[in-house]
């Protein structure tokens, strides 16, 4: 879909849909409003006297015009009360414009931004906005036939505005809120694609092809150069796998001087069976969505590269399998990361952090201001925060508190789990220096314990994207499938970044 921004006035509009925001408590209409009311003999003020339109979030209503004004239909959208709209809600009632819109079978629609009437900044609004607005028309359709009847298509939004000193402003808002919506598709689509079509291969060479576009510096790694570089994490995990292991490494500013410079991780396993600790079949198909840390990375990369933030930016994207075989790894094998470190296997199905492991331990060789990292590593983050909220778990206070921060403003929000000296206990090994998994309670925190072994010469923060990575129905901006979660995340958190103060409390 294309957005178009234009001046100009309701009663000139010869629109196939006008849309207008509402709220719940509104006591005057707003001049565009009022004027489209008065055209359509008050119809608009009847209905939400009538209580037949309450403006209730989210909920919509669709008046024909019978060519009392230029535009053929009005929409009305509900944002709920003015005291409580929030920029999610904006991100969300423009979702269910733009979707309800396309669902209707009409190509085009102009949006009245005058309706929305808000306090936030149109910096802010606007992005938004653009983002809901594209996020709710993404569909995953590679395998899928559409008939043509079926095969609507949204293909223009025009954002009134009635006012020329905000038009810069407005035009740049759009083009980062299209940036972050194309990154967020980007990466929904590598998470939703089959395995069998993402292999570690295959997403490097989508890496590469976007590095390429982007000029990002790139690197992809195979299993000569991971077994010099003494990967035992990333390579044992692959063992049982037909398909070889990848290490891609993105770098993004890479001759930049005298900027921070921050290193994101993404979990790359491809498909997570458990291995040899073989998970039970049910659901196992959403197994395909355990890359979805490194799709992430990969948008985030797409985004920041296109909007030219200063920083020193480096995606590490480790990339695997999880597969039983014949070679497999088996519980009980001990393996050696890149650190030197060694860790006990006591179950396959804790690979995430292994590959992490060693992705961790190769950050430190850019000393770098930060590192976060992104996994959808554990069940047990699940059934402690549940689907709505990232675990966030790290050992400094400064990222920890710029990460939630991110969160709050970009509503990928993130709770914090403890990360205390007692739960390492858990994962003492008697035979090597840890094992890759602990007790049966606080799972989401012994992984991150056993990850925090290699973050040990940095700021780090890990985010536990297990609960919110997947979508299991429809919402306003997010379909069934992958959420593209941590793009919105990372990018806001790049966008705000000030140089990190040198000495923290670690
Ligand atoms: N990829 C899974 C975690 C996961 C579970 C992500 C459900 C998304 C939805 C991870 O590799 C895993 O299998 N973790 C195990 C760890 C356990 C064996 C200690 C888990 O959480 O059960
Ligand atoms: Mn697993
Ligand atoms: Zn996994």
């Given at each position: 879909m294309k957005i178009n921004v234009k001046i100009g006035t309701v009663e000139?509009?010869?629109a196939e849909i006008l849309v207008f925001y509402l709220y719940e408590d509104m006591r005057i209409m707003s001049e565009a409003l009022a004027h489209c009311n008065k055209a359509l003999h008050n119809s608009i003020s009847e209905l939400i006297k009538k209580k037949e339109f309450s403006a209730k979030l989210n909920k919509t209503m669709v008046l024909p015009t019978y060519g009392k004004i230029p535009a053929k239909r009005v929409l009305l959208v509900g944002l709920?009360?003015?005291?409580?709209?929030t920029l999610d809600k904006i991100r969300q009632a423009a979702g269910i414009t733009t979707s309800t819109v396309r669902d209707m079978g009409i190509s085009e629609g102009?949006?009245?931004?005058?309706?929305?009437?808000?306090?936030?900044?149109?910096?802010?609004?606007?992005?938004?906005?653009?983002?809901g607005a594209l996020l709710s028309l993404y569909k995953y359709q590679r395998y899928k036939y559409i008939s043509p009847e079926e095969r609507h298509e949204l293909k223009m939004l025009t954002l009134l505005v009635s006012r020329k000193d905000t038009l810069t402003t407005i035009h740049d808002a759009v083009k980062y809120g299209k940036i972050v919506a194309d990154a967020v598709c980007f990466t929904r689509d590598l998470i939703n694609t089959p395995s069998r079509d993402k292999t570690p291969a295959i997403l490097a060479d989508h890496a590469v092809k976007m590095a390429k576009e982007l000029d990002i510096h790139y690197k992809v790694m195979s299993s000569p150069e991971l077994k010099k570089l003494g990967m035992g994490g990333l390579l044992g995990v692959a063992q049982g796998s037909a398909q070889s292991p990848k290490f891609i490494i993105l770098e993004y500013n890479a001759r930049?001087?005298?900027?921070?410079?921050?290193?994101?991780?993404?979990?790359?396993?491809?498909?997570?069976?458990?291995?040899?600790?073989?998970?039970?079949a049910k659901d196992m198909d959403q197994m395909k969505s355990d890359m979805s840390g490194a799709a992430a990375v990969m948008g985030a990369m797409m985004a920041v590269s296109k909007m030219k933030v200063p920083q020193h930016i480096i995606g590490l994207i480790p990339c695997t399998e999880n597969m039983p075989g014949g070679s497999a790894m088996k519980p009980g094998d001990v393996i050696?990361?890149?650190?030197?470190?060694?860790?006990?296997?006591?179950?396959?199905?804790?690979e995430g952090r292994l590959i992490l492991a060693d992705a961790l331990a190769y950050a430190g060789s850019y000393h770098p201001q930060a590192v976060i990292d992104l996994a959808t590593l554990t069940g047990s983050c699940v059934v402690a925060l549940g689907t709505v909220v990232t675990g966030m778990m790290g050992n400094n206070e400064e990222l920890k508190k710029r990460v939630r921060i991110a969160g709050e403003r970009s509503w990928e929000r993130v709770w914090e789990l403890p990360l205390w000296e007692?739960?390492?206990?858990?994962?003492?090994?008697?035979?090597?220096?840890?094992?890759?998994?602990?007790?049966?309670?606080?799972?989401?925190?012994?992984?991150?314990?056993?990850?925090s072994k290699f973050a040990e010469k940095y700021p780090w923060v890990h985010l536990d994207i297990a609960g919110t990575a997947w979508c299991e129905k429809n919402g306003a901006y997010t379909q069934k499938g992958a959420s593209g979660v941590g793009v919105r995340l990372l990018v806001q958190l790049v966008r705000n970044w000030t140089r990190f103060p040198r000495k923290t409390s670690l």
């Amino acid at each position: 879909m294309k957005i178009n921004v234009k001046i100009g006035t309701v009663e000139k509009e010869a629109a196939e849909i006008l849309v207008f925001y509402l709220y719940e408590d509104m006591r005057i209409m707003s001049e565009a409003l009022a004027h489209c009311n008065k055209a359509l003999h008050n119809s608009i003020s009847e209905l939400i006297k009538k209580k037949e339109f309450s403006a209730k979030l989210n909920k919509t209503m669709v008046l024909p015009t019978y060519g009392k004004i230029p535009a053929k239909r009005v929409l009305l959208v509900g944002l709920g009360k003015k005291k409580e709209v929030t920029l999610d809600k904006i991100r969300q009632a423009a979702g269910i414009t733009t979707s309800t819109v396309r669902d209707m079978g009409i190509s085009e629609g102009t949006t009245v931004t005058d309706s929305l009437d808000i306090f936030i900044p149109p910096s802010e609004w606007c992005q938004a906005y653009v983002e809901g607005a594209l996020l709710s028309l993404y569909k995953y359709q590679r395998y899928k036939y559409i008939s043509p009847e079926e095969r609507h298509e949204l293909k223009m939004l025009t954002l009134l505005v009635s006012r020329k000193d905000t038009l810069t402003t407005i035009h740049d808002a759009v083009k980062y809120g299209k940036i972050v919506a194309d990154a967020v598709c980007f990466t929904r689509d590598l998470i939703n694609t089959p395995s069998r079509d993402k292999t570690p291969a295959i997403l490097a060479d989508h890496a590469v092809k976007m590095a390429k576009e982007l000029d990002i510096h790139y690197k992809v790694m195979s299993s000569p150069e991971l077994k010099k570089l003494g990967m035992g994490g990333l390579l044992g995990v692959a063992q049982g796998s037909a398909q070889s292991p990848k290490f891609i490494i993105l770098e993004y500013n890479a001759r930049t001087k005298g900027q921070d410079t921050i290193v994101f991780v993404g979990k790359g396993i491809t498909f997570d069976s458990g291995g040899i600790c073989l998970k039970q079949a049910k659901d196992m198909d959403q197994m395909k969505s355990d890359m979805s840390g490194a799709a992430a990375v990969m948008g985030a990369m797409m985004a920041v590269s296109k909007m030219k933030v200063p920083q020193h930016i480096i995606g590490l994207i480790p990339c695997t399998e999880n597969m039983p075989g014949g070679s497999a790894m088996k519980p009980g094998d001990v393996i050696t990361f890149h650190s030197g470190k060694t860790a006990e296997v006591t179950n396959t199905d804790a690979e995430g952090r292994l590959i992490l492991a060693d992705a961790l331990a190769y950050a430190g060789s850019y000393h770098p201001q930060a590192v976060i990292d992104l996994a959808t590593l554990t069940g047990s983050c699940v059934v402690a925060l549940g689907t709505v909220v990232t675990g966030m778990m790290g050992n400094n206070e400064e990222l920890k508190k710029r990460v939630r921060i991110a969160g709050e403003r970009s509503w990928e929000r993130v709770w914090e789990l403890p990360l205390w000296e007692e739960y390492q206990e858990q994962i003492k090994s008697d035979i090597a220096d840890i094992k890759n998994v602990g007790g049966p309670y606080g799972g989401a925190i012994t992984a991150a314990c056993f990850l925090s072994k290699f973050a040990e010469k940095y700021p780090w923060v890990h985010l536990d994207i297990a609960g919110t990575a997947w979508c299991e129905k429809n919402g306003a901006y997010t379909q069934k499938g992958a959420s593209g979660v941590g793009v919105r995340l990372l990018v806001q958190l790049v966008r705000n970044w000030t140089r990190f103060p040198r000495k923290t409390s670690l």
